[in-house]
């Protein structure tokens, strides 16, 4: 009963079923159970290795093993491992992450210095080590002159550290180093020096990149990448930017500041820095810019156009709406010009998940204008709005979505703008939906035709058509649809023992539709 066949995973959970004896928890573990266990979860893992003589498979190598039960260890062996509990092991995962955040502590007081290591890097290190020991140092402050976000990425991404500000906001060269062991002060230190020669080799390798990049002008780079392949169907990079500035034409945003923005925006691409940290891409072409004396507001242009839709917290002008704008715009349209259009298993440049960052940019009030794309974009822009709007309120979204459906060239900051509107007046709107839906059936269609007669209108009836026989604007058309909800509950709208009546009525619904249809073309 304890066999590796019975084991069911539940929850994320591995779990056995007790047999109904005397014999205790611990007795049952030991008689086989975590054998079978180890067995099961080995068989999980896509790849496995061995790593010593006694040909025991696991994914990674396994330096020790602890199995307890309410702090008794359970007797176990396992590639010549023996179940215990080693010195300095911390089994929980909070614990190993105060012990952390209590170090880093201690290295703030010591130094005068502000941690700026996000959680998520300390639940990193908490995670790849059993014995945590945080320990810090200091790298030469000639590099504090490199640009930040190399030396955060150098630090936090690529070495796991932890870093500090100033208690002027500047980055510090204190840097907090987490050791995954138990050792003598001498060994620690040992271990220190060792993480300040590879820390310094990764700087000194960023220094060198910088002065052999700024040896040239950033349109001396942009020359460059005629030669740099965007895709084999579209053509190289030097071509997109021609592109780009080609769509800020056409949408009348180019202005000198944006022109000088597309031009730069990529240069960085045929770098050092960036082809040795992608992630700098646009960051250190802004970095670069700023050296050559560029305007401020362009290099925030080059250095945001990437996240631009993408992240969240963007702060950001109207010129770097507009970069990020063109830049979109073109990559989605030239990928689909050359038949990379995403399909339910497909979509290897990210061609959705950039739609849906061109809507976003598409949403902010810097972009009041009009577009016109390819019915490919358009349709892939339908699809992903749609998908976005219907989380709010799907009514609202149909009814935007309807009316874009309609129009070659829309702005679609308007028409979410009016979606906001249709949401805070959606009964309303409904009743002016619910005209719309009687004179479109069959029924009324055969009364259309039929003679208006005003004399043979009641009170109440003549009031309804004074109200629409005239020009209303929206906010009226939204203050007199509670009439229109008393017009239904009064009458009945097609009656066909009475097709003068019924004429009537039609006539003063379409007098309804045609007040609101002036406003919202799309119910």
Not at 285 to 297: F, I, K, N, P, Q
Not at 319 to 335: G, R, T
Not at 411 to 422: D, G, I, P, S, V
Request: some cysteine.
């Amino acid at each position: 009963e304890t066999s590796a066949r019975n084991l069911k995973i539940e929850n994320g959970f591995y779990a056995f079923t007790k047999p109904a004896s005397s014999t205790g928890i611990k007795e049952f573990l030991e008689g086989g159970v975590i054998k079978n266990l180890f067995e099961a979860i080995c068989k999980g893992f896509s790849k496995t290795m061995i790593w010593n003589e006694t040909s025991a498979k696991w994914i990674r190598p396994i330096t020790a093993i602890s199995i307890t039960l309410k702090n008794t260890v359970i007797a176990f062996e396992y590639a010549g491992l023996k179940s215990g509990l080693p010195k300095g092991l911390q089994l929980g995962e909070q614990k190993r992450i105060d012990i952390i955040k209590s170090s880093i502590k201690e290295i703030e007081e010591k130094e005068g210095v502000t941690s700026i290591s996000a959680e998520k890097l300390i639940r990193e290190n908490a995670n790849i080590s059993t014995h945590p020991l945080v320990t810090y140092a200091h790298f030469d402050e000639k590099y504090l002159s490199l640009p930040p976000k190399v030396l955060v990425l150098s630090l936090e991404k690529n070495q796991k550290y932890f870093l500090f500000n100033k208690k002027d906001g500047s980055l510090s060269n204190v840097f907090g180093v987490c050791i995954n062991g138990i050792y003598p002060q001498n060994v620690v230190q040992d271990i220190i020096q060792g993480n300040q020669k590879v820390l310094s080799a990764r700087l000194e390798d960023a220094v060198y990149y910088i002065k052999i990049d700024t040896k040239l002008k950033l349109n001396q780079h942009l020359l460059k990448l005629k030669k740099l392949v965007f895709h084999k169907a579209a053509g190289s990079v030097f071509q997109r930017i021609e592109r780009m500035d080609s769509i800020a034409e056409k949408f009348g945003i180019l202005t000198p500041d944006l022109k000088t923005a597309i031009n730069l925006c990529k240069a960085d691409l045929h770098t050092e820095m960036v082809q040795s940290f992608t992630e700098l891409q646009g960051y250190i072409g802004a970095c670069y810019a700023r050296l050559e004396g560029v305007s401020e507001t362009i290099c925030q242009a080059i250095s945001n156009h990437y996240k631009m839709g993408l992240e969240e917290d963007v702060k950001a002008d109207v010129l770097s709406y507009q970069l990020a704008f063109v830049e979109k715009y073109e990559k989605i349209e030239s990928l689909l010009k050359a038949g990379e259009e995403p399909t339910s298993s497909r979509d290897p440049f990210g061609i959705r998940r950039d739609t849906l960052a061109l809507i976003k940019i598409l949403a902010n009030p810097f972009m009041d204008f009009e577009i016109q794309p390819s019915e490919k974009l358009k349709a892939l822009i339908l699809e992903r709005l749609e998908f976005y709007l219907k989380l709010s309120d799907a009514f609202a979204a149909e009814m935007v979505i309807n009316e874009l459906k309609k129009q070659d060239k829309f702005c679609l900051y308007k028409a979410l703008q009016r979606l906001e509107f249709l949401k805070e007046n959606k009964k309303e709107i409904l009743e002016y939906k619910r005209v719309f839906n009687i004179l479109t059936s069959k029924e009324a269609l055969k009364f259309t035709s039929g003679d208006f007669k005003k004399e043979l209108l009641d009170e109440f009836e003549s009031q309804i058509f004074t109200t629409f026989n005239r020009n209303l604007s929206l906010a009226e058309c939204i203050q007199n649809a509670k009439i229109i909800g008393e017009f239904f509950e009064k009458y009945l709208m097609i009656d066909e023992a009475n097709p003068q009546v019924t004429s009537n009525r039609i006539h003063i619904l379409k007098q309804i539709y045609n007040s609101i249809s002036q406003h919202i073309s799309y119910l």
